[in-house]
């Protein structure tokens, strides 16, 4: 199985400040026959399901603010929202889908400093 | 508007069944990859089982194969979970999830979610 990791596990930001989350896959998501890298961020906020953001590592799913964006390949991903609001503290989850066999990171807490 | 909504949990003490119901609305449902995903109390997401639009294909986590079985009605827009087997460790809510895009292929990101059900395995 592919296992995702995430740093850190929390943080804690000011409004209007930049946030960055790393996820690291254990086996590269990025398939070569179409360059594309099987790679989502999710955001859960409490008592909610969880949200799509970002898929395919770096594509904003509709009606997602442009704050949060993606970027990385293979092994490497980072999930940046590049000016806090009060609204986006929640946990951040990444997901590989590369496999038949989907597995989650253990999820970034984002709180307001 | 596009909906999925669970029924089913319960509490129920190990070794017992239990099965989930998810009802799809306000998309084609025979379109689209169908997932269930878990969440233990305090605890991060974890896929359990995808299935194809047939239900030709179904894929499952390691520690539910041979106790949940994920199946499918198109013509109800319906996707069920059955537990069997239950253990405490299966404690979570148990949401469904759809796949994004009209994708063939089980490699797919989740675009909408449902709020979930809770399942209790306990004595």
């Known amino acids: 199985d592919i296992v995702m990791t995430q740093s850190p596990d929390s943080l804690a930001v000011s409004l209007g400040e930049r946030a960055t989350i790393n996820c690291k896959s254990s086996?590269?998501?990025?398939?070569?026959?179409?360059?594309?890298?099987?790679l989502a961020w999710y955001q859960q906020k409490p008592g909610q399901p969880p949200k799509l953001l970002i898929y395919?590592?770096?594509t904003r799913e509709s009606g997602v603010p442009d704050r949060f964006s993606g970027s990385g390949s293979g092994t490497n991903f980072t999930l940046t929202i590049s000016s806090l609001q009060a609204e986006d503290v929640a946990v951040y989850y990444c997901?590989?889908?590369?496999?038949?066999?989907?597995?989650f990171g253990p999820g970034t807490k984002v709180d307001l400093k | 508007e596009v909906q999925l909504m669970e029924s089913g949990g319960a509490l129920v003490q190990p070794g017992g069944s239990l099965r989930l119901s998810c009802a799809a609305s306000g998309f084609t449902f025979s379109n689209y990859w169908m997932t269930w995903v878990r969440q233990a109390p305090g605890k991060g997401l974890e896929w359990v089982a995808n299935i194809k639009q047939d239900g030709s294909e179904k894929y499952y986590v390691d520690s539910v194969k041979g106790r949940f079985t994920i199946s499918r009605d198109n013509a109800k827009n319906s996707l069920d979970l059955q537990m069997n087997s239950l253990r405490a460790e299966d404690t979570a809510v148990y949401s469904c999830?759809?796949?994004?895009?009209?994708?063939?292929?089980?490699?797919?990101?989740?675009?909408?979610w449902g709020k979930g059900t809770t399942v209790t395995v306990s004595s």
């Open positions: 997901q590989q889908y590369i496999s038949n066999f989907f597995t």
């Open positions: 999830a759809r796949g994004g895009g009209v994708v063939s292929g089980p490699n797919y990101y989740m675009d909408v």
């Open positions: 395919w590592a770096s």
């Open positions: 086996q590269s998501v990025l398939y070569s026959s179409n360059n594309v890298n099987y």
